[in-house]
DNA sequence: TCAAACAACTCATCTATATGAATCCTTCCA
DNA sequence: TGGAAGGATTCATATAGATGAGTTGTTTGA
């Protein structure tokens, strides 16, 4: 029975959900960093003094949460923020399919991000709300166009608690080797796993459809996107406005993932 | 050892995935109706021939994709479409969190629908391509307005293809007692299990404006869903146009409901 | 040197069993 | 008549172990 035994302790709660809240406690404290591979599940059961089954049990839900990643014969290991993993959880602009036989959703492309602006800036009310900050309190804020093939589609425009990500420049966010979801894990540790997203159709405002190549006032879907990290604790609210009359904006609530099967 | 027996079949693909398929054919085929209880996990090992914990893996998956529903000290039931699971796995139309403190998603409402016509058509090719029959096949077309609290807020176009729902006309579909999912269920043995949706912004036209008390050409969420029941067969086709000035689309992939955790 | 064979390790599947918790039904007694 | 007690049945949790499959690295042998 290894130290961190949970014989014993926690009364109430099934030996499995304890295990995975402390699982994800120290996924959060980057006891383990994205792409590494955590103890063997043999190694957990003996450190944590359950049975094996328990620690699948308390991994199951990790993996099918995307926080983990399981390999036969090589390993568990922390998911990482690749190309794919984005394409499929955390985008959901795809060409749209009308007519075609095709079905929805594949064929997806990864956009071509174009910085617009990096600056630093104070939080408007509902930007605190959405990031658990106080009004006022310091922001970076982003603004991106995304272009897919040759076309601009979507404005990002990206706000984020400053005292998050210390050092976060123009420089640094343009150098950055992947996503950025793959920044915020890579150089700040912050593994976003979770995204919630309210949408709605406006008239585009004139500085949006300038960049859009929209008549002002056209409709657009603007979507308002809060990004989480584990427990729930949120990292980014982005806005965005898509120009959807060559794409559209695809939800499938299940079988997203062509990988992942379930 | 059953009649049913699992023993020495398929090889190459584990027991409880073959299980489930069977699971889910004898769903399809209507052998345990909605809200009915299948056997027991552990008459289902006893007659499949397999253990209790693959019996229960086997129902996991159906259980996480709310095929099944488990319940202790009961059993487990086929899935309902109560309000409830409507709204928070079907409906996706919130009053908007601007400003408030509310976390989203809380304080849904239920839809009050009426009833605008009623009609047999032909499918055109985009219907026709979404729920996999022939263009001109013959349809029933209904059209709803939705309203929330007071207020019109959703037109909904619905397509089903006639042959599925014989004697399925005005008087039976405005006299169900429940929701439009929960009358293909009883009536038909049709149980929706998921659904597809694609949405953009669009200038609204007209005859919809008119309904939902807008301008025409003001900006309006359009949302095409095509809904599934067992092996992802499709069932129905819709379009709806949302007024999205007091309400917006909720995209929460996970955590949406709240009985259900996960 | 190269490649096959092997060993050691991982997660994946499957079994068997025990105990607990929730539900339902019957029995029994005041 | 009503309600408590008990038993039977259900799913929920947890354990222990066997076997299989996939990966990696090492050893062996031609």
């Not at 809240?21 to 960093?33: H, N």
């Not at 568990?76 to 959901?92: M, P, S």
């Amino acid at each position: 029975m290894g130290k961190d035994s949970l014989a014993g302790g926690t009364y109430g709660i099934p030996l499995y959900r304890e295990l995975q809240r402390r699982l994800t406690r120290a996924l959060s404290e980057g006891t383990w960093k994205p792409g590494e591979a955590l103890p063997s599940e043999s190694r957990l059961a003996q450190q944590y003094g359950v049975s094996i089954g328990t620690v699948r049990k308390a991994i199951d839900e990790l993996v099918s949460g995307r926080i983990l990643v399981r390999q036969q014969g090589r390993g568990t290991f922390v998911a990482t923020h690749t190309a794919d993993r984005l394409l499929f959880h955390f985008f959901h602009v795809v060409p749209r399919s009308d007519g075609h036989g095709r079905p929805p959703g594949t064929e997806r492309e990864m956009p071509r991000p174009v910085l617009r602006s990096f600056r630093r800036a104070a939080a408007g009310a509902t930007v605190a709300r959405e990031l658990g900050i106080d009004a006022g309190a310091p922001i970076l804020r982003i603004d991106n166009l995304l272009l897919l093939g040759a076309r601009p589609v979507i404005v990002d425009e990206i706000s984020i608690s400053a005292p998050l990500f210390p050092d976060l420049d123009r420089q640094r966010f343009e150098g950055r080797p992947g996503t950025i979801y793959g920044l915020y894990q890579a150089d700040y540790g912050i593994n976003v796993v979770r995204s919630n997203e309210r949408l709605s159709a406006v008239a585009c405002p004139p500085a949006i459809a300038k960049l859009l190549g929209l008549r002002a006032r056209q409709p657009v879907l603007n979507i308002r996107r809060v990004a989480y990290t584990y427990a729930d604790r949120p990292v980014e609210s982005r806005v965005s406005w898509v120009d959807t009359r060559e794409h559209e904006y695809l939800s499938d609530l299940w079988k997203s993932d062509p990988d992942h099967d379930r």
